[in-house]
C-alpha cells in the first residue's frame, strides 16, 4: 500500500504541474465565448451539463436553460451536452480568439434510461447501449417512487436483485442477486471495493438514499474485473456530484403496521442535501445529512420486536476541484453513527432485558480519486478509498452480563488505472484499460470482560476473531469495437493473504487468475445479442453474518469456518437479447437474459447440536460436490411520453446443490424460485406525480429450529407462502418562487399487509424464521422545500 502511495502521490504531483503548465494562471485569455441554450420539444432544460470532449472544462445550463462559458481553449473542439432523462448530444464547434459563437442544442428525450452513462461494465464512461456487459441503472426517481429512506428498499427493483431481512430481533438484512446470498455480492462505493464486511451485517439499511446519485448493478461474470466476492455480481453506489447551485430538505413519518392488533410503530427521517459550484465550474462541492428514528415494531403481541429500533445520523460531503484543463480531484467522506435494537424490554439496560441484540456503529468513509485526461481520449486515474469501523455490540439472552463485544475494522484500497484509445490493434480500433490495485482489511473482534459480584470473580475479555487481508491485484482489458460488434476481453491476476492472528486457524494465501469476456453485436436496428463468461472467486476469510449472533432464551447461534476451508470458485455465463425502439413519442426496451453460474468447491453450513448453554455453531465448509445457479431475467420498461414511465422485472431460477446438504435438501435456501418487480410513475399534470410499485416474492424452503418441535435441535424445512406488496404514493408541487417549490407527498406501502404471519414468539423463539417483505403495511406523509429542479 505504501507504494502505491507514493506512485500515487509522485504522478499526482508530476501530471498536474504537466497539466497545468508553470505559468498557467499567467497564461493570456482567449476570448473565445460560447453561448448556449439547451430545449427539448420546445422547453428548456434546466441544469443540464455541458462539457468540452477531452477537458474537464464544463459548466451547467441555469434555471431557464441558459449557459456561457469564457476564455475557451482554440480549434475544434466537441461539446458534450447531458442531462437526466434525455440522450447524450455532442456537437462539433471551433473557438477562435476573442470570437463569441451561439449554440441551440436540442435533446432527445430517454425516459426510462436507455442510453444513460454508466461508468460500472468496463471501469470506463459510455452509453449503457455501447456496453457488451449488461448494466441496471436504479436512479433517484425510483428511491422517491417507493419512499425508500436507505439504499435496503430500493434494491429491489432491479432484475435479479432481492431484499430480504434474516432476524427478527436486530433486522440484519442482506440482498440475494441471481438466488445467490449477500456475500457473492461486491458493494462498491465510486467503483471502489472498500465497503467492508463488517460494515455489510446492517450496511444496506445504514446508506442512506439522498447520499446516492445513482445504483449501477451488473449481473453474473462480466463484474470479474472487480476482484474477490463478485461471482453473483456487483452493486456501484454512484454518491452526487454537484451539478448547479441547488438544496433540498424533507421531513418524512411513517407509521408501521397500521389495522393490526398490536401497537403501530413510527419511523421519522430528515434529509438534508445542498450543491454549490463557482461560476468557472472549477470548483463545486456536495454536502448531505440523514437522520432516521424508528421504533421497535412487534407483529405478534408477544413483547419480543420483529423490527429493531433504529437511530441513525449520517453526514458526508462531495469535492471536486478541476486542475487546469485536463485534471480532476475529487474527495469524498462520510460518516455514519447508528444505534440498532431488538428483543424486548426497550427501556432498561441491554443485560436486564429477556433478550437484546443491539449494535452501535460509528462508520468514517473517505475517498480521494485523481483523473488525468492525456492525448486526445485518454485518461489516467490514481485513487485511495478509505473505511474504519468501530462497533460495539450486545446479543445475550436472560441477563446475560458476558454478551458484549467491540469490534474494531478497517479497510481500504488504492490503485492506478490507465485507459488507452488506439486507432487500430490487431483487427479493429480498440480501448486498453489497465491497472494495480491493493486491497486490504484488518478486523478484531472480542467478547468484553465483566465483573460478577457474586462470584467476587473477573472475567477478562475473549478474542473472538483477529484477521488481516491483503488481496495485490493487476488487470488488463482491450475492447474491440466496430459498426456491428463490441468485444472486451479482460484477465485479473490476484495475489490474497489471510492472516490469523487468535492461533485457532492456519494463514491462508492464494493466486487467483480471472479471465473475462464479453460480446455485444447489433443483431438489426434496435436488437442485440450480449453474451460473457466471467471467472470468480471468494476466500476464505471472515464473512459479514459471522459476526452477527442469532440469540434465543434457548439457543445462541454463532457462524465459523471450518480450518479446512478452500477457496470458492464459479464460472458464470450469461446471454441476452435487448430489444429497444420508439415509436411516435412511445419508447420501450424488452430484455430477455440467461445466466448459468456453476459453483467449484461452493460454501455450505453444517448445523452444530447445541451445547450444555445452548449455544450452536455453523460451521462453513466446503460442499463435497458443486452447487449451480441458473434462471432467466426478464425486464420490460416502457414510456409513452414524460409524463408516464413503467418498469418491471421477473426472474425464474434454480438454485441448488449437486448433492444433498442439510435436510437432506439440494435447494439453496431462502431463495425462491420465481420473484419480480412492477414500479409506474405518472404525472398528469407537471406538479402533481402518482407512483405505483409492487413486488412479487415465490414460495421458499425456510429452516426452523423453534420450541413448537418434537426435535428442536434437529429443526424442520418449511416453505413460505408467496407474497406481493403494492404501494402507492401521491405528491404535489407548490411553486413558491420562480426556483423554490414545496412538496406534499403520501402515500402507503405494502397495501394489503403481505406479511409473515407465522413468527416466532417467546423467549425461546427462532428469530431466523424470518422471510417475506421488509415491513407490513405502512402510511406516511412527507414535505420537502427547494430548488426547482
Given at each position: ?67 456561457k462559458m469564457t476564455h475557451l481553449p482554440l ?677 394489503f399487509n403481505s406479511y409473515q404471519n407465522d413468527?416466532?414468539?417467546g423467549i425461546d423463539r427462532d428469530p431466523a ?21
Open positions: 500500500m505504501k507504494l502505491i502511495a507514493a506512485i500515487l502521490l509522485h504522478i499526482i504531483a508530476y501530471n498536474s504541474v504537466w497539466a497545468a503548465g508553470p505559468d498557467d494562471d499567467k497564461k493570456p485569455k482567449t476570448d473565445a465565448m460560447l453561448f448556449g441554450d439547451v430545449k427539448s420539444d420546445g422547453e428548456h432544460i434546466p441544469f443540464a451539463t455541458i462539457t468540452i470532449k477531452g477537458t474537464t472544462i464544463g459548466t451547467a445550463a441555469d434555471a431557464t436553460g441558459h449557459f480549434g475544434k473542439r466537441v461539446l458534450v451536452i447531458s442531462a437526466i432523462g434525455y440522450k447524450t448530444l455532442e456537437k462539433q464547434v471551433e473557438l477562435k480568439a476573442k470570437e463569441s459563437i451561439t449554440i441551440l442544442a436540442e435533446l432527445e428525450p430517454d425516459n426510462i434510461g436507455i442510453e444513460q452513462v454508466v461508468v460500472s461494465a468496463d471501469r470506463n464512461a459510455k452509453s449503457r447501449k455501447e456496453t457488451p456487459t449488461i448494466v441496471n441503472s436504479i436512479n433517484p426517481k425510483l428511491f422517491e417512487r417507493v419512499q425508500s429512506l436507505t439504499l435496503s428498499e430500493g434494491l429491489n427493483f432491479s432484475p435479479g436483485l432481492r431484499m430480504e431481512n434474516n432476524c427478527q430481533n436486530c433486522g440484519f438484512s442482506q440482498v440475494r442477486m441471481n438466488g445467490l446470498e449477500g456475500p457473492y455480492s461486491q458493494i462498491l462505493i465510486n467503483s471502489r471495493p472498500v465497503f467492508s464486511g463488517l460494515a455489510g451485517v446492517y450496511g444496506l439499511e445504514l446508506i442512506p438514499a439522498n447520499m446516492i446519485e445513482r445504483v449501477e448493478v451488473i449481473r453474473g461474470g462480466g463484474s470479474s474485473m472487480y476482484g474477490s466476492n463478485a461471482i453473483a455480481g456487483t452493486i456501484n453506489l454512484i454518491t452526487k456530484d454537484p451539478i448547479s447551485n441547488s438544496f433540498k430538505a424533507e421531513i418524512t413519518n411513517s407509521v408501521i403496521g397500521t389495522g393490526n392488533d398490536y401497537e403501530a410503530a413510527n419511523d421519522y427521517g430528515l434529509n438534508l442535501n445542498g450543491s454549490f459550484v463557482t461560476d468557472d465550474y472549477r470548483t463545486g462541492m456536495s454536502i448531505f445529512g440523514f437522520h432516521r428514528k424508528r421504533d421497535p415494531f412487534d407483529a405478534n403481541g408477544d413483547g419480543f420486536s420483529e423490527l429493531a429500533l433504529i437511530n441513525n445520523t449520517t453526514i458526508g460531503a462531495r469535492l471536486f476541484q478541476r486542475v487546469a484543463s485536463r485534471g480532476k480531484l475529487t474527495f469524498d467522506y462520510f460518516n455514519i453513527n447508528e444505534d440498532r435494537r431488538g428483543g424486548n424490554k426497550f427501556d432498561v439496560p441491554l443485560h436486564e432485558a429477556d433478550i437484546a441484540e443491539s449494535v452501535k456503529h460509528q462508520i468514517n468513509s473517505g475517498a480521494i480519486n485523481f483523473d488525468l485526461l492525456l492525448r486526445e481520449s485518454d485518461k489516467f486515474s490514481a485513487y485511495l478509498s478509505m473505511q474504519g469501523v468501530d462497533r460495539g455490540s450486545y446479543y445475550g439472552a436472560e441477563q446475560d452480563l458476558s454478551a458484549y463485544g467491540a469490534t474494531e475494522d478497517f479497510s481500504y484500497a488504492a490503485g492506478l488505472q490507465y485507459i488507452r484509445k488506439i486507432d487500430y490493434l490487431l483487427v479493429a480500433p480498440a480501448t486498453l484499460t489497465s491497472g494495480i490495485e491493493t486491497n486490504g482489511s484488518s478486523l478484531k473482534d472480542e467478547k468484553l470482560g465483566y465483573y460478577d459480584a457474586a462470584e467476587d470473580e473477573h472475567f477478562g475479555n475473549t478474542l473472538v476473531a483477529d484477521q488481516k487481508m491483503t488481496t495485490n491485484a493487476g488487470f488488463l482489458q482491450s475492447e474491440w469495437k466496430t459498426d456491428n460488434l463490441v468485444v472486451s476481453a479482460g484477465l485479473r491476476f490476484d495475489r490474497y493473504t489471510i492472516d490469523e492472528k487468535t492461533g485457532q486457524e492456519e494463514n491462508v494465501s492464494g493466486n487467483v487468475l480471472s479471465p473475462r469476456i464479453s460480446v455485444m453485436y447489433n443483431l438489426a436496428d434496435h436488437l442485440q445479442f450480449r453474451g460473457s463468461y466471467g471467472r470468480g472467486f471468494r476466500a476464505p476469510q471472515i464473512f459479514d453474518e459471522d459476526l452477527h449472533i442469532e440469540t434465543s432464551g434457548s439457543r445462541k447461534v454463532i457462524h465459523k469456518n471450518n480450518p479446512d476451508l478452500k477457496q470458492e470458485s464459479s464460472n458464470s455465463f450469461t446471454a441476452s437479447v435487448d430489444y429497444s425502439n420508439h415509436w411516435g413519442e412511445w419508447q420501450f426496451q424488452l430484455l430477455v437474459e440467461g445466466f448459468y453460474t456453476a459453483l467449484i468447491d461452493p460454501f455450505a453450513n453444517e448445523y452444530g447440536i447445541p451445547d450444555e448453554e445452548g449455544t450452536v455453531i455453523y460451521t462453513r465448509v466446503n460442499a463435497e460436490d458443486g452447487a449451480r445457479v441458473k434462471g432467466i431475467n426478464m425486464e420490460f420498461n416502457a414510456s409513452p411520453s414524460s409524463k408516464l414511465q413503467l418498469q418491471s422485472g421477473f426472474t425464474f431460477q434454480k438454485s441448488e446443490f449437486e448433492v444433498p446438504q442439510e435436510f437432506g435438501e439440494k435447494r439453496f435456501f431462502r431463495t425462491p424460485d420465481s420473484y419480480g418487480y412492477l414500479s409506474a410513475g405518472f404525472s398528469p399534470t407537471p406538479l402533481f406525480k402518482i407512483a405505483f410499485t409492487g413486488n412479487y416474492t415465490g414460495k421458499m424452503l425456510i429452516p426452523y429450529f423453534g420450541p413448537g418441535l418434537d426435535n428442536p435441535e434437529a429443526g424442520e424445512l418449511r416453505k413460505s407462502d408467496p407474497f406481493f406488496d403494492a404501494g402507492i404514493k401521491l405528491s404535489y408541487d407548490f411553486r413558491l418562487t420562480d426556483h423554490i417549490k414545496l412538496a406534499l407527498n403520501g402515500g402507503m406501502k405494502n397495501i413468527f416466532d414468539a424464521y424470518v422471510y417475506g417483505p421488509l415491513t407490513p403495511r405502512t402510511i406516511y406523509v412527507g414535505i420537502s422545500i427547494g430548488t426547482l429542479y
